[in-house]
């Protein structure tokens, strides 16, 4: 009875061991195989770069005003603001071209003295956005005529419709690129068939130029002949397609 039990439970054993070995080599199979049919995978880029007249000036003025009582300084500058902004319409530019940016009051402290408020500062600054550049020069003598004490400075940029319509074009170059360099690759690598499984882009985005100083002068802006000019800008794309290998 004894033999009995040992050799059945002998054959338990060999058992039990054969099926951890067999698992085991299943599992490893199958992890093998997993990767195995991991598809193998290139990445191609494309880059274009278009040459670009902006259509749009940006000057970003506005009045910086001090004083000891916060009211007092804010009916100034409110003041200052409304006379900048009645010219800006008489000179014709919609109240949709004009956003204000920045308006910040706070007080102005004596370090000496443990902090003591020795009075109040408020800063209001006006965007304005305009077509015609020949007025940009007039537009931004008339501020400082008007009440502006700050002039942050002038930039020219694309208008949002004319920036979607660059930025679809520029993307569509890219990507023409990017199938040359494959079709130029798969000769070299003898590629028979592959799949687009993926697209990423990034850089698309106007370069823009800021033309003039942060603060200028008053003497030199109300000059009715400044030499504002838009100049040429660029407006680079890079795109990055995956293909998977077949």
Do not use: C, H
């Amino acid at each position: 009875m004894t033999n009995i039990k040992n050799i059945l439970f002998g054959s338990l054993s060999l058992l039990a061991i054969g099926l951890v070995v067999l698992t085991g080599t299943l599992v490893f199979q199958l992890i093998n195989d997993s990767f195995n049919k991991t598809p193998a995978t290139i990445t191609i880029t494309g880059y274009s770069k278009i040459n670009y007249i902006p259509d749009e000036a940006v000057i970003t003025a506005g009045v910086l005003i001090e004083g000891q009582d916060p009211k007092d300084v804010q009916i100034k500058s409110d003041n200052l603001m409304k006379g900048l902004v009645n010219f800006l319409k008489e000179e014709g530019i919609e109240e949709k071209n004009l956003k204000t940016t920045r308006y910040n009051l706070s007080p102005k402290y004596d370090f000496e003295n443990y902090n003591q408020i020795i009075g109040y500062s408020l800063e209001q600054t006006l965007e304005v956005k305009l077509k015609d550049f020949s007025k940009v020069g007039e537009i931004v003598a008339g501020l400082t005529r008007n009440g502006a004490n700050e002039i942050k400075g002038l930039s020219f940029v694309l208008s949002d419709e004319a920036e979607k319509n660059l930025k679809k074009e520029a993307r569509e170059l890219a990507i023409a690129d990017a199938y040359q360099n494959l079709d130029n690759l798969k000769r070299s690598l003898n590629i028979k068939n592959v799949k687009l499984i993926g697209f990423s882009e990034d850089g698309n985005q106007p370069i823009t130029y800021q033309r003039l100083d942060a603060t200028l002068q008053n003497e030199y802006l109300k000059s009715s002949i400044s030499p504002i000019l838009a100049g040429e800008n660029e407006f680079v794309s890079n795109v990055y397609l995956v293909f998977e290998l077949r």
